[in-house]
């Protein structure tokens, strides 16, 4: 199974500055049909997750550009521009080029 | 507008078993892989199973092979997990969500309690 290991697990940020979120996978997340499927989602207190970024950098519908993802093979990062109130939760990478899917430990962000 | 929502999660004994639900619309169902995902108290996400647009392809972590069947009726718009041997670990919240490879829209999910 593909491990994916997060950094930092806790992330405490002050508003309006930036934060970032490591995520690294055990192997290759190049699928054999050249896409790599990595996923951010964000997890806000008491609800279902949201998808935030696909395959490494697309921003899903609707999703603040101030998410960005990068990265490629098996080093991935979420990047916050400005950190708001709302981006309070816990934030997962995920991995679905293999199956069985495996997830990241999470993230918590919050707020200084 | 994309909507799911789960059914059929309780309290159980060890050894029962429960069929959960999720009813979806605002898109084509038929068309789109489908997942599970549960979530125990406290803890993170953890992948359950997928199922392909067709019912015809079937995946499932190690921990639910052999006791969690996934299907669907997609004349109904509608996913099943069926939940057997239940065992305490089995506790959780469960999401469905659309889609396999893009985990896109996730229902608020259904608790299961496995418990004497």
């Known amino acids: 199974d593909i491990v994916m290991t997060q950094t930092p697990l806790s992330s405490p940020v002050t508003l309006g500055q930036p934060a970032s979120i490591s995520c690294r996978s055990s192997?290759?997340?190049?699928?054999?049909?050249?896409?790599?499927?990595l996923s951010w989602l964000q997890q806000r207190p008491g609800q279902p997750p949201r998808l935030l970024i696909y395959?490494?950098?697309n921003r899903f519908s609707g999703v603040p550009d101030r998410f960005s993802g990068s990265g490629a093979g098996t080093d991935f990062t979420l990047k916050i521009s400005r950190v708001e109130a709302e981006d309070v939760g816990v934030y997962y990478c995920?991995?679905?080029?293999?199956?069985?899917?495996?997830f990241g430990q999470g993230t918590k962000l919050e707020i200084k | 507008e994309v909507q799911l929502l789960e059914s059929g999660g309780g309290l159980v004994q060890p050894g029962g078993s429960l069929r959960l639900s999720c009813a979806a619309s605002?898109?084509?169902?038929?068309?789109?892989?489908m997942s599970w995902v549960r979530q125990a108290p406290g803890k993170g996400l953890e992948w359950v199973s997928t199922?392909?647009?067709?019912?015809?392809?079937?995946y499932y972590a190690d921990s639910v092979k052999g006791r969690f069947s996934i299907s669907r009726d997609n004349s109904k718009n509608t996913l099943y997990l069926q939940m057997n041997s239940l065992r305490v670990e089995d506790t959780a919240v469960y999401y469905c969500?659309?889609?396999?490879?893009?985990?896109?829209?996730w229902g608020q999910g259904t608790l299961v309690t496995v418990s004497s």
């Open positions: 969500a659309k889609g396999g490879g893009r985990p896109d829209y």
């Open positions: 605002g898109f084509t169902f038929s068309s789109y892989a």
């Open positions: 199922i392909s647009d067709s019912g015809g392809n079937t």
């Open positions: 192997q290759s997340l190049v699928h054999s049909d050249g896409n790599t499927y």
């Open positions: 395959k490494i950098s």
């Open positions: 995920m991995q679905s080029t293999q199956f069985p899917h495996t």
